[in-house]
């Protein structure tokens, strides 16, 4: 089945602690996302990247870094920078020329 | 200038009802109007999506109205079902001359369908 894997869909990590989130798309698509959720606060971007060994940063990338060394994969690393962790974390992906944008099932990341 | 604007924040429908979630934006470049539905602990889909060059689209229960003068578009939910309990937020995407922008998306609105 084609589609975005985000693992792990529950994430506890101490402070302190770098941890990094998976997401693996099979649909051949060029551009993909990191967004996260807060409630009441929408879907914010963290990283992108449209093409491999290239990434730019979003809106709150602080405390986050990402790679993209296969078009498949994006991981996310939060990092201890990161002050106020715990969220719900949401990959996404698109094909360059259009518009629509398929996401994956989210990690919940929580910080104990 | 980026920003997108959802309203209300939560709404709460009988079955059967019209729900109606509204939303803004000032961006004129922002050529891409889509609308995802996000149940909970799941990430979001797309439900349907509409260019400025049309007023209305629909599909099935689910209409957009668009307003390009006003820059404003709504989602229109007709006949709703206790199933269409979610979260559903509005985007938009902009176009820079063939360069695509990143989806905006507006804070998202809690629809409740009570049976």
């Known amino acids: 089945d084609g589609g975005i894997t985000q693992s792990p869909k529950y994430l506890f990590r101490k402070e302190g602690q770098n941890v990094t989130l998976s997401c693996e798309q099979n649909?051949?698509?060029?551009?993909m996302y990191w967004y996260r959720q807060d409630p009441g606060q929408g879907l914010r971007l963290i990283y992108y990247?449209?093409?491999?060994?290239?990434?730019q940063k979003g809106d709150i990338a602080e405390g986050y870094s990402v790679s993209r060394e296969k078009k498949e994969s994006f991981p996310l690393t939060v990092t201890s920078a990161q002050k106020n962790p715990t969220a719900f974390y949401l990959c996404?992906?698109?094909?360059?020329?259009?518009?629509?944008?398929?996401f994956g099932q989210g990690t919940r990341l929580t910080v104990v | 200038q980026q920003q997108v604007k959802q309203s209300p924040q939560s709404l709460i429908v009988q079955k059967g009802g019209i729900s109606i979630i509204n939303c803004a934006y000032e961006?004129?470049?922002?050529?891409?109007f889509p609308w995802y539905q996000q149940f909970p602990g799941k990430g979001p889909a797309l439900l349907i999506a509409?260019?400025?060059?049309?007023s209305e689209k629909k599909e099935g229960r689910f209409t957009i109205s668009f307003n390009k003068s006003a820059k404003q578009f709504s989602l229109h939910i007709m006949d709703s079902q206790p199933g269409d309990s979610a979260t559903y937020f509005c985007?938009?995407?902009?176009?820079?001359?063939?360069?695509?922008?990143?989806?905006?998306f507006g804070k998202g609105t809690k629809l409740s369908v009570k049976p």
């Open positions: 996404a992906s698109s094909i360059l020329d259009r518009s629509e944008a398929f």
């Open positions: 649909l051949n698509h060029d551009a």
């Open positions: 990247s449209q093409i491999v060994n290239d990434f």
């Open positions: 961006n004129t470049a922002f050529d891409y």
């Open positions: 509409i260019r400025p060059d049309v």
């Open positions: 985007a938009a995407r902009a176009n820079y001359g063939g360069s695509q922008g990143n989806l905006i």
